[in-house]
């Protein structure tokens, strides 16, 4: 048989004709339809008629096929077209995946909320996104091609030229924050950061970096700045202020204190002669004024002597050295245990030393060793319980009675001066021991508080430096 030759007019006609029979077929082998792929199989004969119609007009030669033969041109023209099929499928899935991905890489880049842009190696823009085209106010199309410098301000150019020699050097993310200006002049604060991108097949170099506008931020950072600056100054002034007031209040309480104190040596003189020398023409009325007079004189100065001493521990310098507490606590109880007349039991365990003036350490104990004597005078059980705990950089100490107590109502109370919980006639004092505590350990930076019942004893606790 002669070869047969084909024009493109009658292989589109061909096709056209077979793609009709393939669909065709197609449907019969899914239908399983006897009269349908009769139909198909005509259409196909019609389809090759054609093509011999069209050859003889061209003088084209054609193979003239048998049915068996046309049936498997058919089959193999199907399971083709299926084919095409597929892979059209699989491309317009393809296709959606690649939308999809290009709507987050908009979102993702585009729609940032900081600006990406890419530098080559001269500094010229070859990416952006829309952000920075937002932030200086310049459409993305037009910034392809410029120069980054021409976005950064004047006077900051020499940090950007740093800023791009270390880039290049490093190879690392560098930071860097200068001020940059928009395309109408606009100046606003930036911050820079950037990575380099080596080409392993040359020498060729681009930066990657994002700019963010910090302006806001920079705003806020000057105005905490400018009021931690006015804040400073006021605190100072009213701290130079706050020691002069100190000063002028304790040189007061002193000169108070003082001339006060010849009067009442006075008053308790004269009372004390009048009952020696005219005893026998006093009568008894007149004998118990003279006394009460002595003892209210000698009630002021005892609360004078306190003025004093609580002036005197706000002036005091500190002597900060190794204080062994528990030799302390022993040398206070050796002087004051003879008030007790052996009555009051004592238990002192080791107790850490403190960092601390030796000399108002033990103005501390003294005071609340006297106030846990006086206070368990009237219990048949008195006991004194003095504990020490190191708790991190501190030392908290315990001083523990069954005395008295108090009402814990009225704490608020406990530590200010001439404030007395109990009655002058239950239990005698100034009322100002523990408000010199309160001093000595804020002096040393600790912190006192106390708990009680009343009638259930009180435990008194403070904190002085621990030694390191």
């Known amino acids: 048989m002669l070869k047969a030759k084909y024009t493109p007019l009658l292989l589109q006609r061909k096709a056209g004709c077979c793609n009709i029979a393939i669909g065709t077929i197609k449907e019969v082998y899914l239908h399983s339809n006897k009269v349908e792929l009769d139909k198909a199989r005509q259409l196909c004969i019609q389809a090759e008629q054609l093509a011999c119609e069209e050859a003889a007009l061209h003088n084209i030669n054609v193979i003239t096929l048998s049915r068996e033969d046309t049936d498997k041109l058919v089959h193999e023209l199907q399971v083709h077209q299926i084919e095409l099929q597929l892979q059209n499928e699989q491309l317009r899935s393809t296709q959606s995946e690649l939308e999809t991905s290009k709507n987050k890489y908009f979102e993702l880049y585009d729609l940032a909320p900081v600006s990406y842009i890419t530098l080559d190696r001269n500094g010229l823009i070859k990416e ?46 560098c930071v860097c924050e200068l001020r940059m200006v ?35 931020q920079k705003l806020a950072e000057q105005i905490i700045l400018n009021n931690n600056v006015y804040l400073e100054q006021k605190v100072k002034e009213r701290t130079i202020a706050l020691e002069l007031s100190n000063d002028e209040l304790e040189a007061f309480s002193a000169s108070v204190a003082h001339d006060l104190s010849s009067p009442l040596r006075t008053i308790d003189g004269y009372s004390q002669i009048l009952l020696d020398d005219y005893e026998a023409s006093l009568d008894s009325e007149a004998k118990r004024i003279l ?24 002036r005091y310098e500190l002597k900060l050295a190794r204080v062994n507490v528990k030799n302390i606590v022993l040398e206070v109880w050796n002087e004051i245990e003879a008030e007790t007349k052996g009555t009051v039991a004592i238990n002192i365990s080791d107790l850490p030393e403190a960092l601390g003036d030796k000399r108002l350490t033990k103005n501390i104990f003294e005071n609340l060793l006297s106030n846990a004597i006086k206070f368990t005078r009237n219990n048949p059980i008195r006991e004194i319980t003095v504990t020490g705990t190191r708790k991190d950089r501190f030392v908290e100490y315990c001083v523990t009675d069954t005395g008295a107590g108090f009402d814990m109502a009225y704490y608020n109370k406990l530590f200010k001066a001439f404030h007395r919980l109990h009655g002058e006639k239950e239990f005698e004092g100034t009322g100002i021991g ?35």
Not at 447 to 460: L, M, N, Q, R, Y
Request: proline share 1%.
């Open 434 to 468: 523990l408000s010199i505590v309160l001093r000595i350990v804020k002096k040393h930076g600790g912190d006192i508080w106390a708990t009680s019942e009343v009638s259930k004893g009180a435990s008194f606790y403070f904190t002085l430096p621990a030694v390191e």
């Open 291 to 314: 006394c009460v007079i002595k003892q209210s004189a000698a009630r002021m100065h005892e609360i004078i002597t306190s003025l004093l001493d609580l002036a005197r521990i706000s």
């Open 128 to 173: 952006a996104n829309l952000t920075f085209g937002k932030l200086v106010g310049c459409q993305r199309k037009y910034l392809i091609g410029k120069l980054l410098s021409q976005f950064i301000k004047a006077d900051d150019q020499d940090i950007y030229y740093l800023f791009k020699k270390q880039l290049h050097n490093s190879g690392i993310l």
């Open 182 to 216: 928009t395309l109408v002049g606009k100046e606003f604060s930036a911050r820079i950061e950037a990575n380099s991108i080596h080409d392993s097949d040359s020498s060729d170099v681009t930066y990657r970096l994002t700019i963010s506008d910090v302006s806001a």
